[in-house]
């Protein structure tokens, strides 16, 4: 089946600094994938809808000036945490569709982020 | 909005089944899903149903639909240690594409040998 990969799957950084996670659909092109976020025992949030080629989509109330989105080619995606704070830290999962699948969204395996 | 609820926990026996459910709100709701998250990782698709669907069965997982009440089940048959991880349910309905995808709280499930 389609592969999903995020790297890194594990970051610690200090206060302040940046942090990008990428994204990758190994063997199908996506021209849109999502970000969500996941605290602890609770159900996945979605922050934004990333699409290639042109501005990813935020859901209310999340940064966009925060969380960076860039979509630059058809199978990678990032995001970057800017000026991480500890309230950033979280699980970020990254997930896209395939073409012709119906129904189906293919995820990342997560980016545990632990901001010191 | 739409809003997607389970119950927390499920504890069950090794080789017994298991029953996850799950509520949703949206009448509109065209795509039912259930997914499946080990410690640590994403979510995997485990199986889906339409709208128009009362039951769908592959192997040993089961899901039920009761569009009138707006309820949708998961039985793992014979489950296996192996099961133990958080089961989501998610909904979609026809038209927005994937970003309307909303998730349920998930349903922690234990297997104790």
């Known amino acids: 089946g389609a592969v999903v990969s995020q790297h890194p799957s594990r970051v610690i950084c200090k206060s302040g600094t940046s942090v990008k996670i990428e994204c990758r659909s190994l063997?199908?092109?996506?021209?849109?994938m999502f970000w969500y976020r996941q605290f602890p025992k609770q159900s996945l949030m979605l922050m934004a809808t990333s699409n290639e080629g042109s501005k990813a989509t935020y859901e209310q109330g999340v940064e966009k000036d925060k969380f960076l989105i860039n979509h630059a080619s058809l199978t990678l995606s990032t995001l970057t945490v800017t000026s991480a704070h500890p309230e950033d830290s979280s699980f970020y999962i990254c997930?896209?569709?395939?073409?012709?699948?119906?129904?189906?969204?293919?995820f990342g395996e997560g980016s545990r982020l632990t901001v010191l | 909005g739409e809003d997607v609820e389970q119950s927390l926990f499920l504890s069950v026996r090794e080789g017994d089944s298991s029953v996850i459910n799950c509520t949703y709100t949206?009448?509109?709701?065209?795509?039912l899903y259930w997914y499946k998250q080990e410690p640590g990782a994403g979510l995997q698709l485990l199986t889906y149903i339409f709208s128009n669907m009362d039951m769908k069965q592959d192997q040993r997982l089961t899901v039920l639909l009761n569009k009138k009440d707006k309820h949708l089940s998961l039985r793992i048959a014979d489950t296996q240690t192996g099961d133990s991880a958080i089961y989501f349910c998610?909904?979609?309905?026809?038209?927005?594409?994937?970003?309307?995808?909303?998730f349920g709280t998930g349903t922690k499930l234990q297997v104790i040998p």
């Open positions: 949206d009448s509109s709701s065209t795509y």
């Open positions: 998610a909904e979609a309905p026809g038209s927005g594409g994937y970003q309307k995808v909303t």
């Open positions: 063997d199908f092109q996506a021209t849109t």
């Open positions: 997930s896209a569709p395939q073409r012709g699948v119906a129904g189906e969204l293919f």
